[in-house]
């Protein structure tokens, strides 16, 4: 039988990304507890980095799914020393019953899915971060109904969230502008395979353009892990802040989203963080039940 692993959003279908978003949907309305869906499963969590989000959410989510789970760093395990990711996946697929892992090498993760024989999860890598777009997309339609009608205005870095919006707007239908200083555009192979398919990819200069009658507004650090030219960057990207102002711009009732952490007055301010328009704590709240559904999906508990 196929492993399901999930390590990014373009290898899924529409029909299969639906049925994860309904099932999130679902179970967030059933509400928190225990369910017992994967009693007697073990989740590995595997961190390169730090990670709050990340780590709270996945570990709620498999519990409360009724399994357990077993968190390690890079530092704690021979990955530290040398052991390559195919012998760590081999031998971590002989204790586990799936492995959720946030790196930042993209093909790191999936030279190790290939090793693996137990469901992969991408937690984050440099390149693609699904399970956070899935609850953004969550909360989205929590506010305003089903993604296919929307407009998602992103603001600032073409970094890997901006990335993977761009991959969910080709398999969900909805319509994707982005203003992106030149220095920081989206990778061009992911401009390349949106144009190539017909996706409702918009690229542009101005943020002003990007956000006009949008519903959505989107934004993210300006300095990701890994990045040592922060004061370049902040120099670049704060014309790209988004202010009262430039929300103004937005659809009535358009709401702001954020992945955290907030680097409060740089790519956001405190008021529109703050404000009416926001939904970036019911976004991160949202992880837990997404990733429910990921690892339902990933178990074959729902098709």
Not at 16 to 30: C, M, Q, S, Y
Not at 164 to 183: D, M, Q, S, W, Y
Not at 247 to 256: D, H, L, S, V
């Amino acid at each position: 039988m196929t492993i399901r692993h999930f390590l990014d959003i373009a290898s899924h279908s529409p029909a299969t990304l639906r049925a994860i978003l309904d099932e999130a949907h679902r179970l967030k309305a059933n509400g928190r507890g225990r369910l017992d869906l994967l009693p007697g499963r073990t989740l590995a969590m595997l961190f390169e980095q730090v990670s709050t989000r990340t780590r709270f959410s996945f570990d709620l989510a498999m519990r409360e799914l009724g399994g357990d789970t077993i968190i390690a760093s890079g530092g704690e395990m021979q990955l530290g020393r040398g052991e390559t990711l195919g012998d760590t996946a081999a031998v971590l697929s002989r204790y586990v019953d799936a492995i959720m892992i946030r790196m930042l090498d993209h093909e790191g993760l999936v030279a190790f899915a290939e090793e693996a024989s137990v469901p992969v999860i991408n937690g984050l890598t440099r390149r693609s971060h699904p399970c956070q777009i899935l609850a953004d997309i969550m909360t989205i339609e929590e506010r305003l109904g089903p993604i296919e009608a929307r407009t998602v205005a992103w603001v600032g870095d073409g970094n890997n969230v901006a990335a993977t919006f761009v991959e969910a707007a080709r398999r969900l239908g909805f319509r994707f502008k982005i203003a992106t200083p030149v220095e920081y555009d989206l990778a061009e192979d992911v401009v390349t395979a949106a144009k190539a398919d017909g996706s409702k990819l918009e690229v542009g200069r101005d943020p002003y353009w990007a956000v006009k009658d949008a519903d959505v507004v989107v934004t993210d650090t300006w300095t990701s892990m890994g990045d040592v030219d922060e004061d370049r960057r902040r120099s670049i990207l704060t014309p790209f802040r988004v202010d009262d102002a430039l929300m103004a711009a937005a659809a009535p009732g358009a709401i702001f989203l954020h992945c955290l952490p907030a680097h409060r007055g740089d790519e956001v301010t405190d008021s529109v963080m703050d404000g009416p328009q926001s939904a970036v704590f019911d976004e991160a709240e949202n992880r837990v039940h997404a990733q429910k559904a990921v690892l339902a999906w990933c178990f074959r508990a729902i098709d």
